[in-house]
């Protein structure tokens, strides 16, 4: 792996990014980054949305060749909802390795358990890239080994470099998606509601506090949960403080 990283230059990845903006369906980006991050030494990739997932679903990116039966018991278990890679790598400014979790976090049992189970499957190291663009949901692109230990500078800059040509053109591929962050972005009113609901108010409080009946604080909300488009409220704080609505604080 070490080698055919240090051999690697610019115009490898320029070459990904040519191939990655021929292919006119995710199916065939996909066997462009499959073949990419194996060049470069690494067994298995995800590129996923923020959130509920949902295999084929038109509207959001999902795309990874991990093993089936983990992804089977991912989805099928809901053991997203307590992934401490997710959790851990939106908290670093250009991606995170598995091994750095607990200097980020820390993670709870729930989260701890996931990656147990993620190892029983052969994913023992990897290194995480989140992606974030206001009003739009966010995503997470990931490269894992068997292999366990650090990711060396090579290896997280190449994930770096295939993640981010592997998200752009994966949003591009979802009709509508990339001019989404083009719109008006949270009202003045929604970002209010939203910072009270991470300081852990009711509607009926959040009413009281900023003046407004229940009923209009909940359109307020609901309106920044479609625009976000998850489906919970602790995922739309989470996403709005990633875009910067809502400090951290209020979640640690």
């Given at each position: 792996m070490a080698k055919a990283l240090e051999i690697a230059q610019l115009s490898d990845f320029e070459a990904v990014d040519r191939a990655s903006e021929k292919?006119?369906?995710?199916?065939?980006?996909?066997?462009?980054?499959?073949?990419?991050?194996?060049?470069?030494g690494f067994p298995w990739f995800a590129l996923v949305d923020d959130g509920d997932l949902i295999k084929?679903?038109?509207?959001?990116?999902?795309?990874t060749n991990y093993p089936s039966s983990w992804v089977d018991e991912v989805i099928t278990n809901r053991l997203y909802r307590d992934?401490?890679?997710?959790?851990?790598?939106?908290?670093?400014?250009?991606?995170?390795?598995?091994?750095?979790?607990h200097e980020v976090i820390a993670p709870t049992r729930a989260q701890l358990s996931v990656l147990d189970r993620g190892r029983t499957h052969g994913l023992n190291a990897g290194y995480t890239v989140p992606f974030r663009i206001p009003g739009e949901r966010g995503a997470f692109f990931s490269?894992?080994?068997?292999?366990?230990?650090?990711?060396?500078?090579?290896?997280?800059?190449?994930?770096?470099?295939?993640g981010g040509i592997a998200f752009q053109r994966g949003r591009e591929l979802i009709e509508g998606r990339a001019v989404k962050a083009l719109g008006a972005p949270l009202s003045r009113r929604q970002i209010d509601c939203l910072r009270l609901i991470a300081a852990g108010?009711?509607?009926?409080?959040?009413?009281?506090?900023?003046?407004?009946s229940p009923a209009t604080v909940h359109e307020y909300v609901e309106g920044a949960r479609r625009r976000y488009g998850v489906?919970?409220?602790?995922?739309?704080?989470?996403?709005?403080?990633?875009?910067?609505?809502?400090?951290?604080?209020y979640l640690a």
């Open positions: 292919a006119q369906t995710h199916a065939e980006l996909f066997t462009v980054i499959d073949a990419a991050i194996r060049s470069f084929g679903r038109s509207s959001c990116l999902f795309m992934d401490p890679v997710h959790a851990a790598s939106i908290r670093s400014p250009t991606g995170l390795c598995w091994q750095r979790i490269v894992a080994r068997r292999k366990d230990g650090a990711f060396t500078y090579a290896e997280a800059a190449a994930a770096q470099l295939v108010k009711t509607e009926w409080e959040m009413s009281i506090i900023l003046g407004l489906r919970t409220r602790s995922q739309l704080v989470l996403a709005a403080a990633r875009d910067g609505y809502v400090s951290l604080n």
